[in-house]
Structures are given as structure tokens and as C-alpha cells.
């Protein structure tokens, strides 16, 4: 295949196109956040395949004809492509005789993708593929490469989507995610900020979007999720509690940890400033970084400087000498040592308080701001803010642990609720006085979260 023309493009574009040219995938699906330029690359993709490859055959699909044509029409007008573009069927022919087919899935009318079995083309384009049904994928792959012409280009499907919590994250995002995505396939995540086309009124009115959509569509989110009811902390709110925040060099710094290694070994940076908890940053310690050694390197590559004192807090049942290590030490006196230019002072508890206990006394906080207490998550804090979101209670009170098998390794390991543990121990550690006022029932009023009465208590 000749050099594809990058003219305009950005980067994540030429990397897409480059994928394309290289010949080594049947299958490139490009997505992530709305504006990250998916839609221009497919377009440009099939027309520069069209002009490549005289009198060749190409479809684009979309869940509909009137997405069709409000949406992909006007895209591809944009393109000035050389040649003439019939309506009503839509069907484009270059100069050279090469022919993009527009084609609605249309499901509701055709659930068996007939109008699809006697197609024959050289490749497809699905837009949005996560509106469409994998089975309709799973035809396409019989009918891509059906098309003669010489010279023939290599059957090719490309797709583009925004995250979606169907199909196309299980057989795909997730796929990449774990590394067992087929080899000749593959994903091309893009941002908005990877689009350097976009104006910066642009950019700055999506702030005004609600903070879910925000998440999912702007940031390109594949693991946030709307509630659905059960969740643990079922006062969370993303509007509410989650922003973009900063670190204040002038506060001190409390870092949480979750005594796990699989699917990462997790640690939570926070500040307090009065009665506001900020989360301003988390670690996530993949393997073979899953070490305390190797996450306290993070985290002091992170704030080299910080000179405002450090308080380690985690959970209560690493606090104990590990038959692992050398004798006399822990978890957490790995940690002290590690990071002992900050002379740490260590805030771990005895033991930790009733998850039921302590996860109604953070509803309640969440809920009411109780007596002034606030808590606010960085929006930054992505595996943090999917815990919140997603953790799941349990029958009796307690957290769900759905548990998960590596797909790789067999390692079985809890699917969410590190970053949330974690975020437990800082708030009934650092707010000791104030949970333990709650644990003996200094109640004042009762709210009704969920089906379940709760007490709302004072300090």
C-alpha cells in the first residue's frame, strides 16, 4: 500500500491510518471520547482506499438511515471527496469507478442482516458500532474481501464508538485491557484533547455537561456505569462530589493504602483542609510494579518536594509482622521506611470499624455533608471514582466482592472496591472523633437512604 496522506491529520489520526497501511489487522476499531476525530478518519480512510484501489467496493454502516443522514452525510460532504454522490439510496463513486455503499443496520425491520448476505465489498466502516449488534460484525466478516479488483486490497473492517457498556467493551475494550485481544485485531483509544481541530469555546462549553456524560463522552470513560440501584455507596454522586482539583504543596498529604497486589496494589493521595476531604490523586501498581517498594517510588517521583508532613493510613489487618519478611517487619513498616525523608506518622488503626458501620456513616456524610464534612474526588481519579460508582452491597450490609479470573495469569482477584477500602481508612481515621460520635449513636435526625433507615448523626 503507498504512504497514506497525513495532511490535517493528528496524530492519533496518522496512527490509525498507519494501522491500516500496515496490512496487519482485519479489524481496527478507533474510539474513546466524542470529538477525538473518529468519524474524519473513517471517511478519509475509505476514500484514500478508494483512490489506492480503482473500481473497489466499500460500505459504511450505521444503526439507521436517518443517522445516515443527519450525521454521516454531512461528514463526508465535508471531505469534498472527487466524484458524485448519489441520494436517496446514498452511494458515492470516484473519479476511478470505486463505490462507498451508506447502508442502514436497521435491526428493528431486518433482524437477520439479510439485506447484508449477497454484499460484496473489499471492506467496511462501521460508525458507532457500539449502536449496532455484534451479529452484524460477525456477517460483515463473511462479506468484506467478496469484491475483485485489481489490485485487490486486503479485507479490512474499521470502527468507530464511543464507550458503551455492551457488547463491544466485553469482545473488545476489555479484551485490550486484559491483552487477549486477537492479533490482528486492534483498539486505537482518542481523546478530545487528541484533536487538535477543536476550538477552545468548544472544549470549554463541554465542561457544562453533567459530570456522567463528561466522564464517558469527553473523557472517554469505558468503566463508568449509571446507577442502577444496590450500590455500596449509594449517596456518591458524581455532580456532587467529584471535580478537578489541585495539589497544595502547603497541606499535608495522607496516603491510603489497600493491603493488594492483584489486580494492582492501590494507594490514594488526600488532603483536609477544615472538614474537606480531597482526593487529589491515586497509584495503581500494576504487576510487576505491585510492590510497596515500587509504588512508593511513585509516589515520591510524584512530590519529590513536599515538605508538609505525611500521614500513612491502610488496612488495619496488614498492621501485623509478615512471616514473609524480615523479622519485625510489616506492610506498613515497609512503607515508613521507604518514605522516611517525609517523616511519616503512620494512622492505621488497631482494627477496622464495621463495614456496615463505617459505610452508613460515609453515605451520610456523602448524603448531608454532615456538620460541614464535605468530600470531594479528583476527577483525575479514575479507578477511584469507578469503585464508588460500581462497588455493590451485599445481602448483608457488607461490600460485594465480585471476583474475576486474569485471563492470563488464572489469578483470581476482586473485580472493584480497592480504591474504595482505602478510602474508608482515611475517613475513619482521619475523622476518628467524628465516627465515633456516629458509632454511639448520637443521632439528631433520620434519612432514608435506599429502603434501609439510617441514622444521621452529630459530632
Not at 53 to 58: A, D, L, N, Q, V
Not at 84 to 110: M, Q
Not at 270 to 277: A, N, R, S, V, W
Request: charged share 25%; with cysteine; glycine share 6%.
Amino acid at each position: 500500500m503507498t504512504e497514506i496522506n497525513r495532511i490535517e491529520l493528528s496524530p492519533k489520526q496518522s496512527e490509525a491510518m498507519d494501522a491500516i497501511a500496515s496490512e496487519k489487522y482485519s479489524f481496527i476499531l478507533f474510539g474513546g471520547a466524542m470529538g477525538g476525530g473518529k468519524t474524519f478518519w473513517g471517511l478519509s480512510a475509505l476514500l484514500i482506499m478508494c483512490q489506492i484501489f480503482p473500481k473497489s467496493r466499500w460500505v459504511v454502516v450505521r444503526e439507521d438511515l436517518e443517522k445516515i443522514r443527519t450525521t454521516t452525510i454531512p461528514s463526508f460532504k465535508k471531505l469534498n471527496p472527487p466524484g458524485k454522490l448519489r441520494e436517496n439510496p446514498y452511494e458515492y463513486t470516484h473519479t476511478n469507478g470505486s463505490v462507498i455503499l451508506f447502508k442502514g443496520e436497521n435491526y428493528d425491520s431486518d433482524k437477520e442482516g439479510q439485506w447484508m448476505r449477497g454484499l460484496e465489498v473489499n471492506g467496511a466502516l462501521f460508525e458507532e458500532i457500539n449502536e449496532c449488534r455484534e451479529q452484524s460484525l460477525d456477517i460483515m466478516f463473511s462479506r468484506v474481501g467478496r469484491w475483485e479488483c485489481e489490485p485487490r486490497p486486503a479485507p479490512i473492517i474499521l470502527a468507530t464508538c464511543n464507550p458503551s457498556n455492551n457488547w463491544v467493551k466485553d469482545r473488545i475494550y476489555d479484551r485490550h485491557e486484559n491483552g487477549t485481544l486477537p492479533e490482528s485485531w486492534l483498539y486505537i483509544s482518542s481523546k478530545v484533547t487528541d484533536n487538535p481541530h477543536l476550538t477552545p469555546e468548544y472544549l470549554a462549553n463541554l465542561e457544562n455537561m453533567p459530570r456522567y456524560r463528561y466522564e464517558v463522552f469527553v473523557e472517554g470513560n469505558w468503566n463508568l456505569q449509571l446507577k442502577v440501584g444496590g450500590e455500596f455507596y449509594k449517596c456518591f454522586e458524581l455532580d456532587k462530589h467529584v471535580a478537578d482539583v489541585k495539589y497544595n504543596p502547603d497541606l499535608p498529604l495522607h496516603l491510603s493504602w489497600d493491603d493488594n497486589v492483584n489486580p494492582y496494589l492501590p494507594a490514594g493521595i488526600f488532603q483536609i483542609q477544615g472538614k474537606t476531604i480531597t482526593m487529589i490523586d491515586e497509584i495503581a501498581g500494576v504487576t510487576p510494579m505491585n510492590t510497596v517498594k515500587a509504588v512508593c517510588g511513585e509516589f515520591i517521583r510524584r512530590y519529590p518536594n513536599h515538605q508538609a508532613g505525611l500521614f500513612i493510613y491502610g488496612d488495619a489487618t496488614a498492621n501485623k509482622e509478615d512471616t514473609k519478611l524480615e523479622k519485625g517487619y510489616n506492610f506498613f513498616r515497609l512503607i515508613l521506611d521507604y518514605l522516611k525523608q517525609y517523616r511519616p506518622t503512620s494512622r492505621v488503626l488497631n482494627s477496622n470499624p464495621s463495614v456496615v458501620m463505617r459505610g452508613n456513616w460515609i453515605n451520610t456524610v456523602l448524603e448531608k455533608e454532615l456538620h460541614g464534612m464535605k468530600v470531594v474526588i479528583g476527577a483525575n481519579c479514575k479507578k477511584s471514582i469507578n469503585d464508588l460508582i460500581l462497588l455493590k452491597e451485599a445481602a448483608d450490609g457488607t461490600k460485594l466482592k465480585e471476583m474475576e479470573t486474569d485471563p492470563k495469569t488464572k489469578v483470581r482477584y476482586q473485580k472493584v472496591g480497592h480504591f474504595s477500602d482505602l478510602f474508608d481508612y482515611v475517613m475513619v481515621s482521619a475523622f476518628g472523633s467524628e465516627f465515633s460520635k456516629y458509632q454511639a449513636g448520637d443521632a439528631t435526625s433520620k434519612i432514608i437512604t435506599g429502603k434501609r433507615l439510617v441514622s444521621k448523626n452529630s459530632y
